[in-house]
């Protein structure tokens, strides 16, 4: 098994710019790509980024591409994502995923583990 737990969401002014993590647990020396999902009321879980195992490749949804980066430290097993240029339409709950493969992918329903989010609230 694998836990992730995110952390680092919280009201933040538009424009502005926000730190997240997800640190992994158990069995993480299995896990391969891992990704950002959001979640905002009344609306569909969407991709927000993947990194490969090395950290090496990054995918990013249109949405989050020159805004937002993210980045891995294996040695920590911790993955991060850093927000800048925030906008209202950023608000979410954001989840952090892991899955067993060698591929990044978009498709949440890919995904094996997930964590339990963390909301990211921007004011206009």
């Known amino acids: 098994q694998v836990q992730l737990v995110e952390s680092g969401g919280g009201l933040v002014q538009a424009g502005g710019s926000l730190s997240l993590s997800c640190a992994g647990s158990?069995?993480?020396?299995?896990?391969?790509?891992m990704g950002w999902f959001r979640q905002a009321p009344g609306k569909e879980r969407e991709f927000v980024a993947a990194?490969?195992?090395?950290?090496?490749?990054?995918y990013y949804a249109d949405s989050a591409k020159g805004r937002f980066t993210i980045s891995r430290n294996n040695a920590k097993n911790t993955m991060y994502l850093q927000m800048k240029t925030l906008k209202s339409d950023d608000t979410a709950v954001y989840y952090c995923?892991?899955?067993?493969?060698?591929?990044?992918?978009?498709?949440?329903?890919?995904?094996?583990?997930w964590g339990q989010g963390t909301q990211v609230t921007v004011s206009s």
């Open positions: 990194i490969s195992w090395s950290g090496g490749s990054t």
């Open positions: 158990g069995r993480t020396s299995s896990i391969y790509p």
């Open positions: 995923a892991a899955r067993f493969s060698t591929t990044m992918t978009s498709d949440p329903d890919e995904y094996d583990y």
